[in-house]
């Protein structure tokens, strides 16, 4: 059969040309997307009287018949049509004969793709916000659960001082919480109807581009045609939270890896997100985890990669712009995957609070509250400062803790010293000596998570306001 577009052509295409550039092994993806806006514009274009309304009403009627077949398996996808789009148009003049080919009337493949992604990010942008909150709930049952639990904070990957896990596990719902943030401010962008641009300079027909708006749910459309087909930057935008989304996993990933190890020994993850090794029967490997961490890179590479597609990209469409599909489907395939495992995997983590606690009372991250006690004793803090770290030489060179010296071996470095050391020493008053709004004291930290479960609520208002 003959291209939908083959009236200029005096050749038919080689095939190493249709199989090079058609797009519909991947942009199938937005079959039902791509029926849903044409579903909308030949509404408008009965109720503009730009064809009869009978006709809009056969050729919708045809439109709906596709999409079951679609959701059926039982419409083949064809390379020789190049793309979804035409895909779909073929699959029309099939059901209700020529009055299908006037569903193209007013618009361009430009201006119905870019309908189609904006669609399709849409929806997928709620459903993300959606994951993530679910994997802020799995945290924060586990902050609440351990409120009481102490154990090492780290800088430089060494021991630095005592915190809460509870502590700990909130500054990941604080990261999600921006990530939700910025795929809420996005959403505004993604949410504005390029349909009715045409090819890049609208159309003569009198169209009405806001009833469509208004049909499919957007919020506005483009101001300017040439840059309703050329705009890619809510696809950049979704990208770039999706790669610090993967960014605040990998890091995270990084710690359950580390602290399920047997050097560690501060968690175990479920038999369920673990697997084993085929040739070492003891072995449990945390490979979810380290997929994740492993798959962001992924997810960086979608991002640069349309970033460079779009560098000096002159306006308005060009073919260039059919490769900001792939990276965008793969990116919304991994994010949704990790985060549908993070969340129960979060959920089953069994917290061993003793090995944390040992870890907390063999070293020295209790330090820098003994040079605190010595500054309210009237010690400037740099000679404080420097008592302490003689202590914790004193403490290595002897095989001692800090709370394994003698009141005399304390006073030998510093007459300030007295019974009051070991109570400043306890890794529970050290914890709750830091009531600072935002600190790691229980109080502050019974606060703080009281403001993220409002925070919480608010995004699953928000979600359940934007979904369908």
């Known amino acids: 059969m003959s291209k939908l577009w083959g009236g200029r052509f005096t050749k038919p295409t080689n095939q190493l040309v249709e199989e090079y550039t058609a797009s519909i092994l991947f942009d199938k993806e937005l079959a039902e997307e791509d029926i849903q806006g044409s579903l909308a514009h030949v509404a408008m274009l009965g109720k503009c009287g730009i064809i009869p309304e009978a006709d809009a009403a056969t050729i919708a009627e045809g439109l709906n018949k596709v999409l079951a077949r679609i959701k059926a398996g039982q419409l083949e996808f064809t390379v020789g049509d190049e793309d979804i789009h035409m895909n779909i148009e073929k699959a029309l003049l099939a059901e209700v004969g020529p009055v299908g080919g006037k569903l193209h009337t007013g618009r361009s493949r430009n201006d119905q793709v870019a309908t189609d992604m904006h669609l399709y990010l849409r929806k997928r942008t709620v459903e993300i916000a959606g994951l993530l909150?679910?994997?802020?709930?799995?945290?924060?049952?586990?902050?609440?659960?351990?409120?009481?639990?102490?154990?090492?904070?780290?800088?430089?990957?060494?021991?630095?001082?005592?915190?809460?896990?509870?502590?700990?596990?909130?500054?990941?719902v604080s990261m999600l919480e921006r990530d939700i943030s910025r795929f809420q401010d996005s959403y505004k962008r993604v949410?504005?109807?390029?349909?009715?641009?045409?090819?890049?300079?609208?159309?003569?027909?009198?169209?009405?581009?806001?009833?469509?708006?208004?049909?499919?749910?957007?919020?506005?459309?483009?101001?300017?045609?040439?840059?309703?087909?050329?705009?890619?930057?809510?696809?950049?935008e979704f990208l770039a939270g999706a790669s610090l989304v993967m960014t605040h996993l990998s890091r995270l990933s990084e710690e359950l890896v580390l602290w399920s190890s047997t050097e560690f020994g501060f968690i175990e993850l479920d038999d369920a997100f673990c697997t084993g090794s085929s040739i070492m029967p003891q072995k449990k490997n945390p490979d979810v985890p380290?997929?994740?961490?492993?798959k962001t890179g992924r997810v960086y590479g979608n991002l640069f990669g349309l970033l460079t597609v779009l560098k000096a990209l002159p306006l308005a469409y060009n073919k260039d712009l059919q490769e900001d599909k792939e990276g965008m489907f793969d990116t919304v395939r991994t994010l949704e995957g990790a985060l549908q495992l993070f969340a129960p995997m979060i959920s089953t983590m069994k917290v061993r609070t003793e090995r944390m606690r040992q870890a907390v009372n063999r070293d020295f991250s209790n330090a820098t509250d003994i040079a605190d006690y010595l500054v309210t004793k009237g010690l400037p803090f740099r000679q404080a400062h420097e008592v302490i770290g003689r202590l914790v030489?004193?403490?290595?060179?002897?095989?001692?803790?800090?709370?394994?010296?003698?009141?005399?071996?304390?006073?030998?470095?510093?007459?300030?010293?007295?019974?009051?050391?070991?109570?400043?020493?306890q890794p529970e008053h050290v914890v709750n000596a830091r009531k600072v709004y935002g600190g790691t004291a229980r109080i502050q930290v019974e606060a703080a998570l009281g403001r993220a479960k409002q925070n919480a609520a608010a995004t699953a208002e928000w979600i359940a306001g934007h979904e369908g």
């Open 191 to 236: 949410n504005v109807l390029p349909l009715g641009a045409g090819a890049l300079a609208g159309t003569t027909f009198p169209i009405d581009r806001h009833f469509v708006a208004e049909r499919l749910g957007f919020a506005g459309v483009y101001e300017n045609s040439l840059d309703a087909v050329s705009d890619r930057d809510f696809i950049v």
């Open 393 to 425: 030489l004193y403490g290595i060179q002897h095989d001692k803790f800090l709370l394994d010296l003698t009141l005399d071996e304390f006073r030998d470095l510093s007459e300030l010293f007295d019974e009051e050391i070991y109570a400043v020493l």
């Open 133 to 172: 909150h679910k994997l802020q709930e799995a945290l924060l049952a586990q902050a609440e659960a351990n409120l009481d639990t102490i154990l090492p904070g780290y800088t430089h990957l060494q021991r630095a001082q005592p915190i809460l896990l509870a502590h700990h596990l909130l500054a990941y």
């Open 290 to 294: 380290e997929l994740v961490r492993g």
